[in-house]
């Protein structure tokens, strides 16, 4: 079985994959503090909660847009599952055309996506990312990574509003009863979640635009729900969609 492992500034997502297939997923927080030990414990300890022994994984593969940790992992996969793994870095094969002016300052997860996107939607396709950032991602008919765009997350974003002024408070990220807010707390959800909505709705009509034809939206991530039922403008949600992504880059990266 193959280990595919989405590190990202909060979250490390993992999935263990028997062919195509996913067979388990986990997650973890990111913490750049944490020793090798202290990560392949919570690992195994995961494992070994369902029953499925280490040694039954094959290979690694890693995306991180963490590179402070990235030693730290390597080492501790080696330690606790006896495998070298492969980070998605520039020479690696991924099997599409990545049409950016400087390919290395693209996010591995990024690369992820796009590779899921056109392997299982085919393209044009709009691929939407709810993370720590937001990023959207076009790859063409013939597979080509065109770009994109990032945007500041959701969370970050309420993060930085509260931090950033005196007296608003905390609130939690829900949709609102109406667009009027009349309280302060109601006002704080209703411009950060219509807000959202109304971003990506705009974003992906005027990708369509540029692109000159309809394209295929597709969007991952932990607040893509939300929006997606608000917004109209997702034609699909898929929560695995880097790790599958993942998955297909370490094969077209095995010596048949």
């Not at 970050?156 to 608003?168: I, M, P, R």
Request: some cysteine; hydrophobic content about 40%; glycine content about 10%.
């Amino acid at each position: 079985m193959i280990l595919a492992m989405d590190v990202g500034n909060t979250n490390i997502k993992t999935a263990l994959f028997d062919g195509k297939e996913m067979y388990k997923y986990w997650r973890m927080s990111t913490n750049i503090n944490s020793t090798s030990d202290e990560y392949g414990i919570r690992l195994s300890s995961m494992f070994a909660h369902e029953g499925v022994p280490t040694s039954s994984v094959e290979g690694i593969v890693v995306s991180s847009v963490v590179p402070t940790i990235n030693f730290t992992l390597d080492h501790m996969l080696q330690n606790y599952f006896g495998q070298t793994p492969l980070f998605v870095a520039p020479g690696v094969k991924t099997g599409i055309n990545i049409r950016y002016e400087n390919p290395r300052e693209l996010g591995s997860d990024r690369i992820a996506n796009a590779v899921a996107a056109y392997e299982e939607y085919g393209g044009p396709c709009i691929f939407i990312d709810f993370g720590t950032a937001t990023t959207f991602g076009v790859v063409d008919e013939g597979g080509s990574f065109l770009g994109g765009l990032i945007c500041p997350g959701i969370k970050l974003s309420s993060e930085a509003l509260v931090t950033g002024t005196a007296k608003l408070p905390r609130f939690e990220f829900i949709r609102p009863e109406s667009v009027i807010g009349r309280t302060t707390l109601t006002n704080l959800q209703s411009g950060m979640y219509y807000g959202y909505v109304g971003l990506v709705k705009n974003i992906v009509r005027k990708i369509k635009q540029e692109l000159g034809r309809e394209a295929f939206v597709v969007a991952t991530g932990g607040m893509a729900v939300m929006i997606a039922e608000e917004s109209r403008a997702i034609d699909k949600l898929d929560g695995l969609l880097t790790l599958k992504g993942l998955r297909t880059i370490y094969e077209r990266n095995q010596t048949k």
